[in-house]
């Protein structure tokens, strides 16, 4: 596709419940990240892959978050035993390098709820 | 990568230009000023980026003073479909990371 697609759009789900979203980066693209924003925020960063690898995975919050990418493209991310506080737009986006140079284009985002 | 500082709001009347301002005093040589703008309930939307020169593409134009401390977009006919939040973003080439912090607003008025 020409842009960054990610899968579901919209996704509520019970609290305790395991969860995963899916993002299509921009064909060709090797970095890759995922976002989190909150109501009122900006985005917050969660992981960035470059190829294959979590080359930084700082910004996710407690080991109920992992993220994938096997096959250096489409990439997951999980989480499990989801709680309230895991309400919000989770936004994945792609740059065809790493680096600054590199423009990176943002999906329109997998908009969660957990009740 | 170095903060930004913007305006939480601002006002533009449609058909006149929007100048958005935003302070990064604390950028390095090699940090790109990057701007991005939300509109609700969708993606960031890339607008212009940004090292030493000013640039213009056919969305906005991006002017950077020349100590780089801050930058102004400039949207020079400001429409309804405008009204966003714009995010202005600093990033080093080797930071793959960056900070949005809550952006500026922006209410275009008929």
């Known amino acids: 596709g020409a842009g960054v697609s990610q899968t579901p759009s919209n996704k509520v789900t019970e609290k305790g419940k395991y969860v995963e979203l899916r993002c299509d980066p921009i064909?060709?693209?090797?970095?890759l990240y995922w976002y989190r924003q909150s109501l009122g925020q900006g985005p917050e960063f969660l992981i960035y892959f470059q190829g294959t690898g979590a080359a930084d995975d700082s910004g996710l919050p407690n080991d109920r978050f992992f993220a994938v990418r096997p096959e250096g493209s489409v990439s997951t991310l999980k989480i499990q035993r989801t709680e309230r506080g895991d309400s919000a737009v989770y936004l994945c986006?792609?740059?065809?390098?790493?680096?600054?140079?590199?423009?990176?284009?943002f999906g329109e985002g997998s908009w969660l709820t957990v009740v | 990568d170095a903060k930004t500082t913007q305006p939480p709001s601002m006002d533009c009347a449609e058909g006149r230009a929007a100048n958005l301002p935003c302070n990064h005093s604390?950028?390095?040589?090699?940090?790109?000023v990057y701007w991005y703008r939300q509109i609700h309930s969708q993606g960031p939307q890339y607008i212009i980026h940004?090292?030493?020169n000013n640039e213009t593409n056919e969305m906005a134009s991006l002017i950077i003073t020349e100590d780089r401390k801050s930058s102004t977009l400039i949207l020079p006919h400001a429409t309804l479909r405008d009204t966003a939040v714009y995010y202005c973003i600093v990033r080093s080439n080797t930071g793959n990371q960056f900070y949005f912090g809550t952006g500026t607003s922006l209410t275009v008025i008929p």
């Open positions: 986006a792609s740059s065809l390098n790493p680096g600054a140079r590199n423009t990176i284009y």
């Open positions: 604390t950028i390095s040589g090699n940090e790109y």
């Open positions: 064909s060709g693209h090797t970095a």
């Open positions: 940004g090292l030493k």
